[in-house]
């Protein structure tokens, strides 16, 4: 058999065997078991989330596990589909503080397996948490860690075509030339390591596009008005511009290591706001250029105020979308939504007063470049 902890023989560990290839079979046994004091446990067939063969367990509040067959077409929270082949096996439940699920895969459950090559997985827990349920549908909250690696099933050969996670066979795990291997990392003995990415840096990406396209940016705006001092202006927005791009970048970061840059509204939304808020300070420069020379506003005034606005807006929305893709608490929605709100409302405040400031003023003494 093969065997893999990702993150160490104390946290989520996982077992297969196939029998050998004597057998006319299409089973496929595999294990998957976690510390009980875990949420919930996964283990996926596949790159990826998107379109991944997954299989969940998780307490059922009575001493034993339930065993869920789901998938999902991208970053969002699986659900369950019904997968023929699949069965519960003896050794499963909660004992000596895991969770453990023995499982028989054929038909369907192992018709997309390659019994005697490498198959790629996916590995997902959440540590933590109190979900007991015995419904396959249950809501799950997201992971708290995840990895994905390559199992080489040639190496995971058993000599029976029965449960190998009772019996003799469950006390050596390297039976049939497998490896019982600790982590991810230790390739020679069935498994394969793949890319993993942090969740901080996702939570870092959340934390930076938000300041910047519901603080830095909505403030740089109303100084600007208020103020009519373009300098400040342009180094609030220079800041922000900046911390856009550096968000971007985490965001590309992990989404390109799990294999899914673009796969959703919400990426394809930000990476085209990113990019076309690329030649905002080309079009501030502009404007301020003209509004020097001409002492009012101009056709290029107006593209750079409108085009600043939308794609200021659409960034806010974005945000709101992203964390509705990855279900964060509401606490921080509400308030996102509220300092959102009061610092748009504080610059539509804030461009009404800058034009009927600009009306006022004689042209000949403005010092600014304009209300934006």
């Not at 596949?46 to 991208?74: H, I, P």
């Amino acid at each position: 058999m093969v065997r893999n902890c990702p993150s160490g023989d104390s946290g989520a560990c996982y077992q297969w065997g196939v029998p050998s290839t004597s057998s006319s079979s299409d089973n496929v046994y595999f294990q998957i078991e976690a510390p009980s004091s875990y949420s919930w446990v996964g283990l996926g067939l596949g790159s990826r989330m998107a379109g991944a063969e997954m299989f969940l367990v998780y307490k059922d509040g009575s001493g034993n596990v339930t065993l869920s067959t789901r998938t999902t077409s991208g970053e969002v929270e699986p659900h369950f589909v019904q997968r023929g082949g699949v069965e519960l096996l003896a050794g499963s439940g909660i004992k000596d503080g895991k969770m453990v699920a023995n499982v028989k895969c054929s038909g369907e459950c192992s018709k997309n397996m390659d019994r005697s090559g490498s198959n790629n997985w996916i590995a997902a827990w959440l540590s933590g948490g109190q979900l007991q349920s015995s419904s396959t549908s249950a809501d799950i909250t997201e992971h708290s860690d995840h990895f994905n690696f390559g199992i080489d099933m040639s190496k995971a050969s058993i000599s029976a075509d029965s449960n190998p996670f009772v019996g003799t066979l469950a006390d050596s795990p390297s039976s049939g030339g497998g490896g019982g291997n600790s982590n991810s990392n230790s390739g020679g003995s069935g498994v394969t390591a793949g890319s993993s990415v942090s969740p901080k840096i996702l939570t870092a990406h959340g934390v930076v596009m938000a300041v910047t396209f519901a603080i830095l940016y909505p403030i740089g705006a109303i100084l600007m008005p208020m103020l009519g001092q373009w300098l400040v202006h342009g180094v609030v927005q220079l800041i922000a511009f900046l911390l856009m791009w550096a968000g971007f970048g985490l965001g590309y970061h992990y989404s390109n290591k799990r294999g899914i840059f673009f796969d959703d509204t919400h990426m394809r939304l930000g990476t085209i706001v990113v990019a076309l808020l690329g030649i905002q300070p080309i079009l501030g420069w502009l404007h301020h250029t003209a509004y020097q020379r001409h002492q009012r506003r101009t056709f290029i005034s107006h593209i750079h105020i409108w085009y600043g606005r939308i794609l200021m807006a659409l960034g806010i929305i974005n945000g709101g979308l992203g964390m509705k893709k990855q279900n964060t608490d509401s606490a921080y929605k509400i308030a996102y939504a509220v300092v959102a709100g009061v610092l748009g409302g504080l610059y539509i405040g804030a461009a009404i007063w800058g034009i009927i400031k600009d009306r006022r003023a004689p042209r000949a003494t403005s010092k600014g470049s304009g209300s934006s």
